[in-house]
T-cell receptor, first 114, second 110 residues
Framework: DTGVSQDPRHKITKRGQNVTFRCDPI?????LYWYRQTLGQGPEFLTY????????KSRLLSDRFSAERPKGSFSTLEIQRTEQGDSAMYLC????????????FGQGTRLTVV | DAKTTQPPSMDCAEGRAANLPCNHS???????VYWYRQIHSQGPQYIIH???NNETNEMASLIITEDRKSSTLILPHATLRDTAVYYC???????????FGPGTRLSVLP
């Protein structure tokens, strides 16, 4: 297993465009998380899936953001009508269903909105 | 807001032990202490976690005080590759919607 995989690693887009990121979790993990990290700050939680169900969403996840995990495997995070303030690193993490367990993070997708 | 307090930065000489403190005075009974680190431009890397007993793995040791209000992460023989931001997080044991603080920037010096 190669760990949590995110694609693309870097994305530059013009303001107003839509972007979509993909996350492939560790294969046996049924929990998947999205975080956002801006320069100099720690990651901020965005949303959480257990299998295909989206169980929690942060207030940071505005209506321009949508996340899906249609078959309980990979997940996508879409940002519509991007703004310069959306420029950040978007991180995905996954964990197993077991309690007391750790989450493993991917390398992130760095988004730059110009 | 993060439930932990960490010093913003620390230095450590290469080959020496790095002791990174964390205060979590409002930790509740079912919350674990997790440590992650983040090397520049990479995703956070899991290090270790624990509830109340001290823990050790191949990367580090975690010492939790008896009242659980603080903990220390110990890297026994720091190397230059341990230079990173270290995050201490407290979280209940059934989900990882972690609240990250600013962490401690550890610089290992040659």
């Amino acid at each position: 297993d190669t760990g949590v995989s995110q694609d693309p690693r870097h994305k530059i887009t013009k303001r107003g465009q839509n972007v979509t990121f993909r996350c492939d979790p560790i294969s046996e993990h049924n929990r998947l998380y999205w975080y956002r990290q801006t320069l100099g700050q720690g990651p901020e939680f965005l949303t959480y899936f257990q299998n295909e169900a989206q169980l929690e969403k942060s207030r940071l996840l505005s209506d321009r953001f949508s996340a899906e995990r249609p078959k309980g495997s990979f997940s996508t995070l879409e940002i519509q009508r991007t703004e310069q303030g959306d420029s950040a690193m978007y991180l995905c993490a996954s964990s197993s269903y077991r309690v007391n367990t750790e989450a493993f993070f991917g390398q992130g997708t760095r988004l730059t909105v110009v | 807001d993060a439930k932990t307090t960490q010093p913003p930065s620390m230095d450590c000489a290469e080959g020496r032990a790095a002791n990174l403190p964390c205060n979590h005075s409002t930790i509740s009974g079912n919350e674990y202490v997790y440590w992650y680190r983040q090397i520049h431009s990479q995703g956070p890397q899991y290090i270790i976690h624990g509830l109340k007993n001290n823990e050790t793995n191949e990367m580090a040791s975690l010492i939790i005080t008896e009242d659980r209000k603080s903990s220390t992460l110990i890297l026994p023989h720091a190397t230059l590759r341990d230079t990173a931001v270290y995050y201490c997080i407290v979280s209940h044991n059934y989900g990882q919607n972690f609240v990250f603080g600013p962490g401690t920037r550890l610089s290992v010096l040659p």
